[in-house]
């Protein structure tokens, strides 16, 4: 086999990893191993094909079981351990992976977060410490078309988190890069731009703002913000052109035309080592040195072949790549590329040979404004109208421009030339300045797109592949159905009958969402925290994909972990009611005995009463959603005293087909008086894992079982949406129904709630 078809036997082998429910076992990996082994010793060509195919899922297989084996391994207690640190913030936040574990060297790619504890002194990374760590699995939240953190921490080997409780230093010197950088940000800090210089140069995007961040994702050019092939490419091919230079002076017995190619691919290495090795950058050195060793060979490659050498060459280096969105950017973005210019070439019109360049860039805009459509949508819900014209000024501004002068700058640092340093950061931040004044004038142009219509984004590539090959003539019927089936949002109808509760996975909080015929009404609003909240990070972006509006809110309480979202959801909409219990300006009253409908549905409240004056927990709004046949009853934080007063001559009123536990699952509520007089089937606790106050209590949860309750919580299954018809009812649990991934299982303790 040659290498292209080899390439793909690895990208078919690897690519199953992002589907796959659960990991087989090491006994099934050795026989899918075997029989790989006897298939690729048959001299057929298929047989061969399938032996290859499933020697490189085994590759990935093991890989994946790697990073696994420490979640659920190296969490039961505490570790003796010698870190090296990556990076930190400089106070309570080091990334590091381990070294050795136990006293024995550890050469497994472990990577851990540690979160809340000075280290004795300054740290930098390069750093070795010595330390006992207590380690605990990553575990994230999820939601139907969410932020995926489990995902993200498989594709960036950061699997583990926790604190140290004892740390020593054994190697205090910081690395080259890092006393570099330090050097850097001392000679940068007078400049307006430092931090996206630092961004654009060294990878270091923590300290950009939030609004540089949110204009470059509005106008589309957040792309340039990290360390890409564009950058490090741009480098290799300074350098190659240096190097070529200087063969022009040289006797031509001393030129080898590989020359310039290595040095290039040197220098790219170099400069992937300077920025951090970000897996961006290293996925760019695996691909150039690819396209060297292509190129060096002597043959012709056609550019198919190249991507599917370079994609599989990524995969069979680091398997769990395939998790990682920047990788289906990337590759998808390259892939797009080569089929809009094979497919659809920009037309030679005569007489526009001085226009040719700027129409080259146009076309290639549009391009990639239509065809990266599907990922834009399924990754970000949403695209941008403004990038077409944001990247026709800002992509050659920073290509040719920005980043030359900021490397040419990073150059020069490391030579005693003062006032030409400055004069080249002086030139960068002006550049810069003058790119965020252009993009600031660009008009709002993200449009948010839900999910009903993440199928029409296929549409350019239907219709160019349909041009090239003239469908609408050849094959009318397939054109006509598939024309319909993309019409599907347009004629599809909202079923009146039934009505679905949702409860979102926020964490250390509450909120629910009511949907029924399109619309909705929310039951709290998660939580709030410095810099952001539920609302703004899930929420609204949940709703938006879902096609829904909320038209009003039921807040049970003023604390922050169930209140935190509300100021940007009546910001994002403003005409939506609000009910409390807290008689704040522009709320509608939520008391004992009030009564309201809406969408066919019947809302009791039955407490807190209108003349208590408790405040907090006890003085939560406790709702009762009834169809007629079944029914939800909503508690918030209520607590054993306010249950037992409400329970008291209206407990036949509390009946419900489900409950959501009061509290989180806290041992001062869910009484058993309360459990008992529900009579319920489901019962639903939202909480986050790694809890300070371990909720849900064990206790609780075995006393809503002996009941005969169905128990469900966040922390397990994440998002929960159950569906009531006439005289049924469906669950959905995300983590285990919807999503059934083995990077979105349980890792660690199977019952660690704190």
């Known amino acids: 086999m040659g290498i292209p078809v080899i390439s793909i036997c690895a990208i078919l082998g690897i690519v199953p990893l992002y589907v796959l429910p659960a990991l087989p076992g090491l006994q099934s990996v050795w026989i899918i191993m075997l029989v790989g082994i006897a298939f690729a010793m048959q001299q057929s060509k298929l047989a061969l094909f399938t032996g290859t195919t499933l020697l490189f899922f085994c590759w990935g297989i093991l890989a994946a079981q790697e990073s696994v084996w420490p979640m659920n391994n190296l969490t039961a207690g505490p570790l003796q351990a010698e870190v090296a640190i990556a990076a930190t913030d400089g106070a309570t936040v080091h990334q590091g992976y381990i070294v050795r574990l136990n006293g024995k060297r550890w050469h497994a790619a472990t ?133 070529r230079g200087i063969q022009f002076f040289l006797p031509c017995r001393w030129i080898r035309w590989q020359t310039p190619l290595l040095a290039g691919l040197l220098s790219a290495a ?188 296929l549409l350019p590539w239907l219709a160019i592949i349909g041009w090239r090959f003239r469908a609408w003539k050849t094959v009318p019927a397939v054109c006509l159905a598939g024309s319909i089936m993309l019409a599907f949002p347009l004629w599809r109808t909202v079923k009146a009958d039934g009505w679905t509760l949702h409860m979102l996975d926020v964490g250390q909080g509450l909120a629910m969402v009511i949907e029924r015929r399109g619309r909705a009404v929310l039951y709290d609003t998660g939580l709030a925290w410095p810099g952001g909240d539920s609302a703004q990070q899930l929420i609204v972006p949940w709703l938006r994909w879902h096609h829904l509006r909320p038209e009003g809110v039921i807040l049970s309480h003023e604390h922050l972990d169930h209140a935190g979202g509300l100021p940007t959801l009546q910001k994002t909409w403003p005409a939506m009611w609000v009910r409390s219990p807290l008689r704040w300006a522009g709320h509608l009253p939520c008391f004992r005995g009030q009564r309201w409908q809406w969408q066919g549905l019947t809302f009791t409240a039955h407490w807190p009463r209108e003349e208590d004056s408790a405040k907090g927990n006890n003085r939560s709004c406790v709702v009762k959603i009834d169809d007629g046949e079944q029914s939800v009853l909503l508690t918030g934080d209520i607590e054993a005293q306010a249950e037992q007063a409400m329970l008291s001559h209206h407990w036949r009123y509390l009946r419900s087909t489900l409950i959501q536990v009061p509290h989180h699952g806290s041992n001062t509520s869910s009484s058993l008086p309360l459990v008992q007089r529900a009579e319920g089937k489901i019962a639903l606790a939202s909480a986050a894992r790694y809890n300070a106050w371990r909720f ?59």
């Open 270 to 457: 170099f400069y992937a080592w300077l920025t951090g090795l970000q897996p961006p950058a290293l996925r760019t050195i695996v691909s150039l040195t690819v396209v060297a060793a292509l190129k060096m060979s002597g043959r012709q490659w056609s550019p198919w072949q190249v991507w599917s050498t370079c994609v599989a060459a990524i995969l069979a280096i680091d398997p769990l790549a395939v998790l990682s969105q920047s990788l289906a950017l990337s590759a998808f973005a390259v892939a797009a590329l080569i089929f809009w210019y094979q497919w659809l070439p920009l037309p030679r019109w005569g007489g526009m040979r001085r226009w040719r360049p700027l129409a080259t860039l146009f076309y290639l805009q549009v391009g990639m404004l239509l065809l990266l459509l599907p990922l834009q949508v399924l990754i970000f819900h949403g695209f941008t109208l403004s990038s077409l014209a944001a990247n026709l000024f800002a992509v050659p501004l920073a290509t040719f421009i920005s980043v030359p002068l900021i490397l040419l700058g990073m150059l020069l640092h490391l030579f005693p030339v003062a006032t030409l340093e400055h004069a080249v950061w002086f030139a960068a931040d002006k550049s810069l300045s003058g790119l965020f004044w252009l993009l600031t004038r660009l008009p709002d142009g993200w449009q948010d797109v839900d999910e009903r219509w993440q199928y029409i984004t």
């Open 696 to 754: 849900p209590s064990a206790k609780v949860v075995r006393r809503y079982q002996k009941e005969g309750y169905i128990w469900l919580d966040t922390p397990q299954s994440g998002q929960i949406s159950v569906t009531f018809s006439q005289h049924n009812r469906h669950i959905l649990r995300l983590r285990d129904h919807y999503l059934p991934r083995w990077y979105h299982q349980w890792f660690g303790a199977p019952v660690d709630n704190g």
């Open 111 to 243: 990577g851990i977060t540690l979160y809340g504890n000075y280290l004795p002194q300054k740290a930098c990374a390069g750093q070795r410490w010595a330390m006992t760590l207590r380690l605990r699995a990553v575990h994230g939240e999820l939601n139907d078309g969410g932020y995926d953190a489990q995902q993200n921490a498989f594709a960036r080997h950061q699997t583990l988190s926790g604190r140290f409780t004892q740390a020593e230093v054994i190697d205090e010197r910081c690395s080259l890069r890092a006393r570099y950088l330090t050097s850097l940000q001392a000679s940068l800090s007078s400049f307006q731009w430092a931090p996206v210089m630092l961004g654009l140069g060294m990878g270091e995007r923590l300290n950009v703002s939030r609004d540089v961040k949110n204009l470059m994702r509005e106008t589309g050019t957040l792309h340039l913000m990290a360390i890409s092939g564009l950058h490090i490419a741009l480098a290799a091919s300074v350098v190659w052109l240096l190097v």
